[in-house]
């Protein structure tokens, strides 16, 4: 199933469903089978990567055994032969100018049905799979430092969290839930305005999709006061509060532009990084 008429409108150069969708495979849910092939929902995938300057091919796969390849990441012209034999002309066939992603299922939260936001989500952990440990140069990685330093720097000149050992060092787990209480208040998405993020990390797909969706990231002004922490009988247990000196309104949302700012910059470049590449998600 081609969508011919939607080429001239988006970046999204290709999208191709392979495999019987109407057989069981990698795609379980009835939900998610209907999504990947329904032409609302492409035409909706095609106007969804149209504000990024990359071209991207699009591959979901319900061929029988595709699925325990999910996850994966970068792959190379052999092993897409291996994985997908009878389709691996078509996926490797323009690839060198294009960002290429195979989804074999949706294996994210099954909660989530395969959505375009779902999908741009998804493809983040995929770039973000194919950093190695020791790859520091990667713009994936670099942004995610550079992102949480300047969180840390935040919580620690706004909210006075002063007992940290080293407040530009990268994300510390033992901040975990005023990370969270400050992504969910910050976060102009759909996963942070409904309080969802309880994994730090998440919040940097969650920000990649939106990036993809509208081209930036767009950010709420530092919150003048947060509530957290596991509920006592209905109420917070924790409080965050920002001091008397850094209330004003306008410096609370430069420093939310600039962190939307630094995360941008870092996402356009992991897509540069990409082009060429084939991600099996």
Known sequence: MRANE???????????PIGDFNKPGPFRSPTDKKLAVHPTNILKTYKFFENTPYDFRIFVSNVPGTGKHRETGPVGAEQIKTIFPEHADQILQGHEDAITIVYVGNSGDARAMFTPWIMAHRLGHAIQSGVSFRDNHHPWKQGEEHFFKAVNGILEKNYGKTNLRSSYSTMKSE???EYNALFNAIGTQRSSRNNQIRRPYEFMYEMFAQYLQT???K???????LTYGRQAWGNPTKFMNIRPESRDPEQRQYEADRLGEYLSTYFDEALGTSIGRILVM
Do not use: H, I, R, S
Request: aromatic fraction near 8%.
């Open 219 to 225: 950010l709420n002004p530092l919150p003048t006061n």
């Open 6 to 16: 939607f080429l001239n409108e988006a970046p999204l150069a290709d999208y191709q």
């Open 175 to 177: 901040l975990t839930p």
């Open 215 to 217: 081209g930036a990231v």
